[in-house]
């Protein structure tokens, strides 16, 4: 039972651009849910999060949006930059700092 | 301010041999959370203690054990190893427990079981 997912492996895309990474959920008991940027062989490092109540966060390039009716959220990256490609996992959160990751998704930003 | 310490960063250990890996947090924090990475499951959540308490527990058979100590700092054991066992082992450190918290992770102890 996969409770969080990242449908897409991979993702491409031109420097300057747009970069939107997706993620859908089913707990509905997930109240605060966070994005990791990882490298091979590395922890994942925090990125950004948004708590259930809120629709939208941001943090310089990044942006988190979060669709609570579709159990949808999704991270902007704008501009996109070289040194953003990486994994990126999206996780939920149902208090007790236990956190429940989707399978990532591998973007490449092509210079 | 330092980040989350794993040690040792690598490990190769024998099936059948046990294995600890410690994990010291961010100073100040008190929760810490534990995670198994491979390439079929993903990242995977095995154990959360604050304040040398479990309160939380994953998927995992007992052989996968920790404890937390009066410093904050963590333990976790693995005993009768199994080939796949072998993983990237994340430790994760937040400043408390309950909602709203971020984890940060240390660069992790990656365990190859022959």
């Known amino acids: 039972d996969q409770q969080v997912k990242q449908n897409s492996p991979s993702l491409s895309v031109q420097e300057g651009r747009i970069s939107i990474l997706n993620c859908d959920y089913t707990?509905?008991?997930?109240?605060?849910f966070l994005w990791y940027k990882k490298y091979p062989a590395e922890g994942p490092t925090f990125l950004i999060s948004?708590?259930?109540?809120?629709d939208k966060n941001e943090d310089g390039r990044f942006t988190v949006f979060l669709n609570k009716s579709a159990k949808h959220l999704s991270l902007h990256i704008v501009p996109s930059q070289p040194g953003d490609s990486a994994v990126y996992f999206c996780a939920g959160n149902n208090a007790g700092n236990m956190l429940t990751f989707g399978g990532g998704t591998r973007l490449m930003v092509k210079p | 301010k330092a980040g989350v310490t794993q040690t040792p960063r690598y490990l190769i250990k024998t099936r059948g041999q046990q294995v600890t890996l410690s994990c010291s947090p961010i100073s100040g924090h008190r929760s810490v959370s534990w995670y198994q990475q491979t390439p079929g499951q993903g990242l995977q959540f095995l154990f959360e203690y604050f304040s040398e308490t479990q309160r939380n527990k994953g998927n995992f058979p007992g052989r996968f054990s920790g404890r937390q100590f009066s410093n904050s700092r963590s333990e976790m054991n693995v005993s009768t190893l199994e080939l796949g066992d072998s993983a990237l082992y994340l430790c994760a450190s937040s400043s408390r427990q309950g909602l709203n918290t971020e984890a940060f992770f240390g660069q992790g102890t990656r365990l190859t079981v022959v």
């Open positions: 948004i708590s259930s109540i809120k």
């Open positions: 707990n509905s008991m997930f109240d605060y």
